[in-house]
């Protein structure tokens, strides 16, 4: 009996020794909040500055993501640079863990007139509008004047999945648009301002898609409060109403000049004016009322603008853990930039986006503990310019380090540390692309068999949407797959601290995706 015991208690040692040597569980013992706070706990310091693109903050920030790239065994995936070698005092090429470019950054100039030009019965009548105060502006490269008619386009918004299209039977090519911010039932004002920020850049794109010559927006619900001065005369604390104030625009340079449309928001008082004209006013169109759906041809808008410019130096930062296929690839990528610095204020951007950035690192760290090379390469991608536009990815996708044939997916983080609420605390989305459905049963597969507590609201798209950096790849036809929680009252303010992480979401997001690049690293899909 007690040789049986003996043998009992000999078999179960070797069955635990043997699981503590199973690659898969090393490499997913280096994923654990002590080596989640450590790192975030850095990038999103006052020491950042808020990682602003191109300022100094996010140059800091991208040496100490390569540095820590190298330590967690990741090699150089950037550009090729001349570099000195000193045991033979000349320049050698080597491989570096950045991918630099520039970007045009454009700022509103001293001139910036918006008018209404309308015929009425033979006379001409030109109604103008002062800057900041009835209206403000993105501006565009390399600014000018455009005279040009004017379409009313109720949200501006497409969403052929629900059969939506504000644009349906309008002419808007080399046309302004007006629209209304939000969506129905919605608005800028009442939404939140992660959602009302997303929103925004889709409807831009789409905007631009269709060639128009520029957008006017207007927020049916604005109180008029956003248009006044801020001045904060105790200088206690960060503002809670979101004032106006100038933007600033930055692109990727090309070879000719090719300028964005210039969007405009206008109070409620300008666009009734626009829409005098019309025979309809805005608060018809929200009533539900049949409106006249036709051009106003007797009425045009006159926008005059001048630009300051500059051009700004940033850079991506790549690792990789090559496999032995170097011509498959996958790409897990996050935006380590975030919204710099206002009012004095820094926007530590801890969730948004320390926690992606954080995850990308965490899980080049398990790969590489886990001691074995994988099938497939993996790079590991920190984009810069992504609250610019998802310009970081964007150059990439343009500008690849690998055929885009050979990139198999991309995996993204953005925002991947806050619940969706406080009573929801397993909440996930998890968005991928529906002709991979293997993604979804990696997945299932994966949350049972390591017990990661875990509720995916699956939502599989042939279009995978967002307004992250995935959708540079979806542009490309590349898979996607991204997790995300909640988005919360903090966003894009700087309230978003370290001190607000919910670190178990994050922990359980970065080890699925680890099982999950295991699986699509090593096996055939």
């Known amino acids: 009996m007690k040789i049986i015991i003996q043998f009992i208690i000999l078999i179960s040692v070797l069955s635990i020794s043997a699981r503590s040597q199973d690659p898969v569980d090393q490499g997913l013992s280096m994923i654990n909040q002590e080596a989640l706070k450590a790192q975030l706990g850095f990038l999103a310091s006052d020491w950042t500055e808020g990682r602003e693109t191109g300022e100094k903050g996010a140059f800091m920030s991208a040496d100490y993501i390569a540095s820590m790239l190298q330590l967690f065994g990741a090699e150089p995936a950037g550009d090729i640079i001349n570099a000195y070698d ?17 970007l045009h950054k454009s700022s509103a100039g001293d001139r910036q007139q918006l008018a209404v030009k309308r015929n009425e019965n033979g006379t001409v009548r030109i109604i103008s509008f002062d800057y900041m105060s009835d ?39 080399g046309k302004f648009i007006l629209r209304l911010s939000g969506l129905p039932g919605e608005s800028e004002v009442s939404g939140d301002t992660y959602s009302a ?37 105790m200088n206690m604390s960060p503002s809670e109403t979101r004032r106006y104030r100038a933007r600033q625009r930055y692109t990727i340079p090309g070879n000719i000049i090719s300028p964005s449309p210039v969007t405009v928001s206008v109070s409620k008082r300008v666009a009734n004016t626009i829409l005098e004209g019309s025979g309809f006013t805005m608060e018809d169109y929200l009533a539900g009322k049949k409106i006249k759906p036709e051009e106003d041809n007797d009425t045009k808008i006159v926008l005059s603008t001048s630009v300051n410019s500059s051009m700004v130096a940033v850079r991506n930062v790549l690792g990789k853990i090559e496999g032995k296929n170097k011509d498959e690839v996958i790409i897990i990528g996050a935006h380590y930039d975030h919204i710099g610095m206002s ?26 503990a886990s001691g074995v090379i994988p099938e497939k390469t993996i790079i590991f991608a920190l984009w810069t310019g992504e609250e610019k536009g998802l310009l970081g990815s964007r150059y990439y996708a343009d500008n690849p380090s690998v055929p885009l044939d050979n990139i198999a997916m991309n995996l993204n983080f953005d925002m991947i540390s806050r619940y969706i609420s406080d009573d929801q605390p397993n909440k996930v989305t998890m968005t991928y692309t529906d002709s991979h459905p293997y993604f979804r049963e990696i997945t299932e597969k994966n949350l049972e068999k390591y017990n990661i507590i875990l509720e995916p609201d699956y939502q599989p798209s042939d279009n995978p949407p967002g307004g992250s950096d995935h959708r540079s790849f979806v542009a490309k036809g590349i898979p996607i797959m991204r997790f995300k929680p909640g988005h919360r009252e903090e966003y894009h303010s700087p309230r978003d601290e370290v001190s607000t992480i919910d670190w178990d979401i994050m922990e359980k997001i970065i080890k699925i995706s680890y099982l999950n690049i295991w699986d699509l690293a090593n096996n055939k899909w």
């Not at 565009?140 to 999945?161: C, K």
């Not at 009012?343 to 590489?368: F, P, Q, W």
């Open 343 to 368: 009012d004095g204020y820094i926007n530590n951007g801890a969730d948004d986006n320390g926690s992606g950035t954080v995850g990308v690192l965490t899980l080049a760290r398990a790969i590489n």
């Open 135 to 173: 209206f403000r502006l993105t501006p565009s490269y390399p600014g000018g004047t455009t005279e040009a008619g004017i379409v009313f386009a109720g949200y501006g918004y497409i969403d052929d999945e629900n059969n939506y299209n504000d644009f349906k039977g309008k002419d808007v090519k």
């Open 197 to 233: 920020y997303r929103l925004r850049r889709e409807k831009d794109r789409i905007a631009a898609e269709l060639g128009v010559a520029g957008i006017i927006e207007v927020d049916p619900r604005d109180d008029g409060l956003r248009w006044a001065e801020a001045r904060d005369f």
């Open 86 to 102: 000193p045991s033979t005092g000349t320049l050698k090429q080597e491989q570096s863990y950045f991918q630099s470019f520039t």
